[in-house]
């Protein structure tokens, strides 16, 4: 049966087994490296991802007490049976004991009939707790936190702070919705100044909490925000959207106004109905950049292929536009099934070279990587093809893309690495991964001109051509770019300076049916 990757990244490194017919997942793999740094893949007893998640915690832990040299019957600590009789001393555990659902909790808060705030506070890195120290101890961290909370905004309305504010009663309610979640829902239509302090008292107190785990020794604890003033109807959604946002850009705090809201709602809904459109009417397009020969710049020995969507009015639309949202709706594949079919419909007409970019997300959805090699035998293109893996710095499973890149090079296909010293799992990447030729990072050519940049520049092309793989200089956007990107040593160059991305039709206007050399 064929197996996937989990897309949400809190499964990160889990993968789902799956029955082709009707797409029921029927196991689960986990992906990890072991003590001495060896990528492992296996199948783990599990019925839902969150088991799954729990056993990869588990085989995590016991990897780095490996490292450490502790011997394999180690456990984990337990929480202390006297800190956890006190706390059911002091208080009931109120806080997960609700069993009400999501929908349930924006029934509550859609009764209320006013302005009002709803905030979700989110506990960072809650799993770690729960795998290092117990689900009790978890538990009762969260319960602890409520309580927390509770005593905060109590001495924030004793010392007057809202009174000054004109609330004469600070009123609000604070849920247990989910795990680590809590849900703050404040009855008033604070000024985001106000709620912004009110957050930062809040973080601060639990950051400055003692949680004890034992006796004599404690943890601290962080937390990330996401609030939102909205109708109360979807409050609690947006509330969620904007703790999203917190997380994926590292903030503990993100706050979604009613208007900000309603703008992004337009321009979310116009890519999404920009998305579909595209994939209904068949109308994504390939635009082709040339990639030169560093000794001769007149013709591209290749193309290299990228996406376009076209807007309602007929304008070309841009990855930056809409590359994101379509992973996020799960639209990504569709678009990419497009784009695979007419880039090799113009390998198909025109005996040229071609460059196809593909992610670790497309290396793992097994129906495309059939349908892609299947394609490239049925019609002879292997060649004359290059495939560049993107986004190298998200590959978990070595393995996978290795046997991934070997049934392409069975066709004769070539393979490339995309921004190559833009992290360190680059490096990792061309020791591990059979590749042909890598692009050095974009970032660091355009910095060419600093004598540090280019140091490192020349150093990563010796160590590429040491290991006999090929380098490429993407933007080159000017001729004196163009000259220390050859002074260096560089095998192929590409940038808006030699030829921008059009439509094929513009390409063999300009340079004919056909590349030079193939790289």
Same mark, same amino acid.
């Given at each position: 049966?064929?197996?996937?990757?989990?897309?949400?990244?809190?499964?990160?490194?889990?993968?789902?087994?799956?029955?082709?017919?009707?797409?029921?997942?029927?196991?689960?793999?986990?992906?990890?490296?072991?003590?001495?740094?060896?990528?492992?893949?296996?199948?783990?007893?599990?019925?839902?991802?969150?088991?799954?998640?729990?056993?990869?915690?588990?085989?995590?832990?016991?990897?780095?007490?490996?490292?450490?040299?502790?011997?394999?019957?180690?456990?984990?600590?337990?929480?202390? +049976?006297?800190?956890?009789?006190?706390?059911?001393?002091?208080?009931?555990?109120?806080?997960?004991?609700?069993?009400?659902?999501?929908?349930?909790?924006?029934?509550?808060?859609?009764?209320?009939?006013?302005?009002?705030?709803?905030?979700?506070?989110?506990?960072?890195?809650?799993?770690?707790?729960?795998?290092?120290?117990?689900?009790?101890?978890?538990?009762?961290?969260?319960?602890?936190?409520?309580?927390?909370?509770?005593?905060?905004?109590?001495?924030?309305?004793?010392?007057?702070?809202?009174? +000054?504010?004109?609330?004469?009663?600070?009123?609000?309610?604070?849920?247990?919705?989910?795990?680590?979640?809590?849900?703050?829902?404040?009855?008033?239509?604070?000024?985001?100044?106000?709620?912004?302090?009110?957050?930062?008292?809040?973080?601060?107190?639990?950051?400055?909490?003692?949680?004890?785990?034992?006796?004599?020794?404690?943890?601290?604890?962080?937390?990330?925000?996401?609030?939102?003033?909205?109708?109360?109807?979807?409050?609690?959604?947006?509330?969620?959207?904007?703790?999203?946002?917190?997380?994926?850009?590292?903030?503990?705090?993100?706050?979604?106004?009613?208007?900000?809201?309603?703008?992004?709602?337009?321009?979310?809904?116009?890519?999404?109905?920009?998305?579909?459109?595209?994939?209904?009417?068949?109308?994504?397009?390939?635009?082709?950049?040339?990639?030169?020969?560093?000794?001769?710049?007149?013709?591209?020995? +290749?193309?290299?292929?990228?996406?376009?969507?076209?807007?309602?009015?007929?304008?070309?639309?841009?990855?930056?536009?809409?590359?994101?949202?379509?992973?996020?709706?799960?639209?990504?594949?569709?678009?990419?099934?497009?784009?695979?079919?007419?880039?090799?419909?113009?390998?198909?007409?025109?005996?040229?070279?071609?460059?196809?970019?593909?992610?670790?997300?497309?290396?793992?959805?097994?129906?495309?990587?059939?349908?892609?090699?299947?394609?490239?035998?049925?019609?002879?293109?292997?060649?004359?093809?290059?495939?560049?893996?993107?986004?190298?710095?998200?590959?978990?499973?070595?393995?996978?893309?290795?046997?991934?890149?070997?049934?392409?090079?069975?066709?004769?296909?070539?393979?490339?690495?995309?921004?190559?010293?833009?992290?360190?799992?680059?490096?990792?990447?061309?020791?591990?991964?059979?590749?042909?030729?890598?692009?050095?990072?974009?970032?660091?050519?355009?910095?060419?001109?600093?004598?540090?940049?280019?140091?490192?520049?020349?150093?990563?092309?010796?160590?590429?051509?040491?290991?006999?793989?090929?380098?490429?200089?993407?933007?080159?956007?000017?001729?004196?770019?163009?000259?220390?990107?050859?002074?260096?040593?560089?095998?192929?160059?590409?940038?808006?300076?030699?030829?921008?991305?059009?439509?094929?039709?513009?390409?063999?206007?300009?340079?004919?049916?056909?590349?030079?050399?193939?790289?």
């Amino acid at each position: 049966m064929p197996i996937r990757t989990i897309t949400d990244k809190h499964y990160k490194g889990v993968s789902e087994l799956y029955r082709k017919s009707d797409g029921k997942v029927t196991g689960y793999y986990v992906t990890y490296r072991d003590a001495d740094g060896k990528p492992i893949k296996k199948r783990v007893d599990a019925q839902t991802r969150d088991e799954a998640l729990l056993k990869l915690m588990e085989i995590k832990h016991q990897v780095d007490l490996d490292k450490k040299g502790t011997n394999m019957g180690a456990t984990l600590p337990q929480p202390d +049976k006297k800190i956890l009789a006190d706390e059911n001393t002091k208080r009931p555990f109120s806080v997960i004991s609700s069993g009400r659902t999501m929908q349930d909790h924006q029934k509550m808060i859609s009764s209320y009939n006013d302005i009002a705030i709803v905030s979700l506070i989110d506990i960072v890195a809650f799993d770690d707790i729960n795998i290092l120290y117990g689900y009790e101890t978890g538990t009762r961290m969260v319960n602890e936190m409520q309580t927390l909370i509770e005593n905060t905004l109590k001495e924030m309305e004793t010392t007057g702070v809202f009174k +000054k504010q004109g609330l004469e009663v600070f009123s609000y309610e604070l849920y247990h919705v989910y795990a680590d979640k809590l849900c703050l829902f404040i009855k008033h239509g604070l000024h985001h100044r106000l709620l912004e302090f009110v957050v930062k008292q809040l973080s601060d107190s639990i950051a400055n909490h003692k949680f004890f785990v034992s006796e004599d020794s404690h943890i601290h604890l962080n937390t990330t925000f996401g609030a939102t003033k909205a109708d109360s109807s979807v409050s609690l959604l947006y509330a969620e959207k904007a703790l999203q946002e917190a997380k994926r850009s590292r903030k503990n705090y993100v706050f979604y106004d009613s208007y900000s809201i309603q703008k992004n709602e337009h321009i979310v809904n116009k890519v999404y109905e920009t998305l579909l459109h595209n994939i209904k009417q068949e109308t994504v397009t390939p635009y082709f950049q040339g990639i030169f020969d560093a000794d001769n710049n007149s013709v591209p020995c +290749k193309f290299e292929s990228l996406m376009r969507l076209m807007d309602d009015d007929g304008h070309v639309l841009s990855p930056a536009v809409f590359m994101d949202k379509s992973k996020e709706y799960r639209l990504y594949t569709q678009l990419m099934s497009q784009m695979i079919e007419k880039v090799f419909d113009v390998m198909d007409h025109c005996e040229v070279a071609m460059t196809l970019n593909l992610s670790y997300l497309d290396i793992n959805n097994s129906e495309l990587c059939n349908t892609l090699i299947q394609q490239i035998k049925q019609r002879n293109i292997g060649e004359r093809l290059t495939v560049e893996i993107v986004e190298s710095e998200q590959i978990e499973d070595i393995e996978q893309v290795n046997e991934f890149i070997f049934a392409l090079k069975k066709q004769g296909v070539l393979i490339a690495i995309d921004d190559f010293g833009s992290g360190f799992s680059n490096f990792d990447n061309i020791v591990h991964l059979d590749i042909d030729c890598v692009k050095l990072d974009g970032s660091l050519v355009s910095k060419i001109d600093d004598i540090k940049y280019r140091i490192i520049l020349e150093n990563m092309v010796k160590i590429c051509h040491d290991l006999g793989i090929k380098t490429i200089a993407e933007y080159i956007s000017d001729a004196h770019i163009m000259r220390l990107a050859k002074s260096i040593g560089v095998d192929y160059l590409q940038g808006y300076h030699l030829h921008k991305p059009e439509h094929w039709d513009n390409v063999t206007a300009t340079f004919g049916s056909k590349g030079d050399n193939i790289v």
